[in-house]
């Protein structure tokens, strides 16, 4: 499990079954009906776990882990970082990044420097949640923005508008 990958994390417990909310770094629709096992990583310490189901609330996947039956047993794994086998990593399409290629990389524009620390979906396009300067801006991960995307090389060139980061 030392080269698995972080896909997505858990949030917190839900419902009284040992259920865990949670995210995943994915625009593939339907990605988490297709993890069957997992790594949960929290405190430091990775656990290998069987997904028993997995479901939506508020367009957020659910899941239920093996031998996770209680709150109790649920709160034990908030915070947790779900993580995959780099055979299950999923391969995006030809230019289509996964999320967690973006996470990391540097942005650079010709007045702006930062790096991507997530990707934050709204019902638009993605935003990638930079961090420049101490302070969190949010930019539109689209093609008339993103100019250059380089995840080999951990670079995103862009071309903001203006007044994107006057309004944040």
């Known amino acids: 499990m030392k080269d698995w990958v972080a896909i997505g994390r858990l949030w917190r417990a839900r419902g009284n079954r040992g259920e865990l909310l949670g995210e995943l770094d994915s625009s593939e629709p339907g990605r988490e009906e297709k993890l069957k096992v997992v790594a949960l990583e929290v405190g430091g310490e ?3 776990m069987e997904v028993e189901e997995v479901w939506r609330h508020d367009g957020r996947p659910v899941f239920k882990f093996a031998g996770v039956d209680s709150i109790s047993d649920a709160e034990k794994f908030e915070h947790a970082e779900i993580l995959v086998s780099p055979e299950d990593v999923a391969s995006p399409e030809e230019g289509s990044y996964s999320y967690a290629e973006l996470v990391g990389c540097r942005v650079e524009g010709s007045s702006f420097a930062g790096t991507v620390r997530g990707v934050e979906e709204y019902g ?3 935003l990638l949640n930079v961090e420049s300067d101490g302070r969190q801006v949010l930019i539109p991960f689209a093609r008339a923005i993103c100019k250059e995307i380089d995840v080999r090389n951990r670079i995103i ?10 309004t944040q």
């Not at 060139?157 to 006057?166: A, F, N």
């Open 157 to 166: 060139r862009v071309e903001l508008p203006d007044g994107l980061l006057e």
């Open 124 to 126: 638009g396009p993605p």
């Open 46 to 48: 990775r656990r290998r």
